[in-house]
């Protein structure tokens, strides 16, 4: 285990009756790192994350969390760790500031719940009744009961799953926040902006294995898919003149002729040598795309399937 | 502590912000209270109020125990209400005691206004052992909450929960003599009473209404309680479920059985010995 390890896990497996949802997975967590753990449903990810947090035992390999066993010394655990589980609730007839105050004496240490509800701008429903709390609102609460114990290490288990897309940037620009105060954050889930966007590395979770672990541009990198490059010209050009531009794999001449698609394994090189071409042909520039092959290509590439199978 | 004191102010707080607690805790009890005293002619007869105070206070303790404690754990695990509190460091003992606390205290002004009103209305005496009389409730209330919390600790979902609660509500309800007097069931039907655990809820009440008795006058009863208590809590912890996904065993429900034992083996022992838990009552003389 690495000196900044928060989190260290080796040969990780977990089986239910004849099913094995984790089998046998490696890794490290760093202190301040944001750690995406990327899968589609069934991919193991929930249940890796749920052994960590003390919540399941494990059925073999080794698992450090801030140097305690999840499974032999949970409550020590729980009370250094914040959680926010998917599909969770609360007593309907809880006030928001009532479930914060609540949550904060189960710890050795908590902040206080006005300081939590402004942060998490909940100020003003802090006496409302968790039954008319909105979907965003809830999930806010259920960050702030997550950060009650001013904990270091956050586990974010899919927390935007089911919201819609102006709460999941809420949501995000949250997590953000988090990592900017350095605290190590877990975060699962199936989106691909979300890891992509929040994630310092992230781990491709497939069938209960890592099929590929990296910063996202590592993976990317790492992907055989090609990038596209999209070139508008103000005239129109000839197919049958394109040279032949270093690493292009593929040249094409769509719609009226004045844009050129083209596809390269390396972009950047490419790119130059067509910008070169198109200078010296004193043909005018309108608009250039460059589109990289995402999490979602690299995902396909790797196990054969979407990610929201 | 501050957990504990946290968890028995936020369970009062909520219980009272839900109309079907005021409803079922105390309107309906009440409602039955005025029925029963009309029925058994209570304004005519005080001693016939005891009678009526012991069954109407009976079925608060069932209904508080059985669906109180036992059907909120099971609605809280369905809910996934549990499953939030179990990331952090607690451990299901001060939940517990927590549902124990709260409905002790919910269910105390309910003895206290059925008591005022009996003797209000109906002049029926003050109990002369009320000390007595409220102690042995607490633990009579603590023991069914305790088989409640067991019930609900066994069932894997709400629907079976609500049928494991029903097989114990309704014979504890009318063998008991919380509702149809035991005193008027024939002599088999009275040995089967003297296995329910609610008959000696009832007769150990009307013991300390109608002939004074101490709070230790048949320490059977209450010793059988108190085990019922101690077992039904220490059964409730080992057993509890944070998640609906934590399916138990089907042999687990050999629990509620344990829990029930000191009541089975008091049954034997009365039916052994020839002896009678149901006292010649009002209807008795």
Known sequence: ?309 | MKTYLALIAIDLKLATRLRAVLFFQYIFPLIIFFVFALAFRAQRDPNQMTTVLTMSISLGVLGNGLFGAGMRTLQEREMNILRRYKVTPITPVPLLVASMVTGWVIFLPYIILVISLAHFLYHMPWPTRLGSLVVFISIGLIAFRAIGLVIASVANTMQEGTILVQLFYFPMLFLSGATVPAEIFPRMLQIVSNFIPATYLVFGMRGIMLRKESLFHDWKWLGALLITAAVGLTVGTKLFRWEKEEKIRKSAKLWIVAVLLPFVLLGAYQAYTGQNVIKPGIFGR
């Open chain 1, 1 to 309: 285990m690495n000196s900044d390890a928060i989190i260290a896990v080796q040969g990780l497996r977990k089986s239910y009756a004849d099913v094995e949802a984790v089998r046998g997975i490696d890794f490290e967590v760093h202190a301040g790192e944001a750690f995406g753990i990327l899968g589609p449903n069934g991919a193991g990810k929930t249940t890796t994350v749920e052994i960590l947090e003390g919540l399941r035992p494990r059925s073999g390999g080794d698992a450090r969390v801030l140097g305690f066993d999840p499974e032999r010394q949970k409550q020590q655990l729980k009370d250094r760790i914040g959680v926010c589980l998917q599909a969770t609730n609360l007593p309907a007839k809880i006030r928001a500031q009532e479930a914060i105050d609540l949550f904060g004496t189960f710890y050795s240490r908590s902040i206080s719940s006005e300081k939590l509800l402004k942060r998490l701008q909940l100020w003003e429903k802090r006496n409302a009744f968790y039954e008319t709390l909105s979907g965003g609102q809830k999930q806010r609460l259920a960050i702030a009961l997550a950060l009650v114990n001013d904990p270091q290490l956050l586990f974010l288990d899919e927390p935007t799953t089911g919201l819609d897309p102006q709460i999941r940037l809420e949501i995000h620009g949250l997590i953000e926040e988090l990592k900017a105060e350095k605290r190590t954050v877990v975060l699962t889930t199936h989106y691909i902006e979300e890891a992509e966007r929040l994630c310092n590395r992230v781990a491709i979770m497939d069938e209960g294995k890592i099929v590929a672990m990296g910063s996202p541009r590592e993976l990317q990198q790492k992907s055989q898919e090609q990038s596209r490059i999209q070139i508008i010209c103000a005239q129109p050009l000839i197919a049958s003149q394109l040279p032949q531009w270093p690493d292009a794999v593929q040249a094409t001449v769509d719609g009226d002729g004045r844009s050129l698609t083209v596809y390269s394994t390396r972009p950047a090189r490419t790119l130059f040598e067509i910008m070169r071409w198109l200078d010296q042909q004193g043909l005018q520039l309108e608009d250039v795309h460059l589109k990289r092959p995402t999490l979602e290509d690299v995902f396909v590439e790797l196990t054969g399937k979407k990610l929201r199978e």
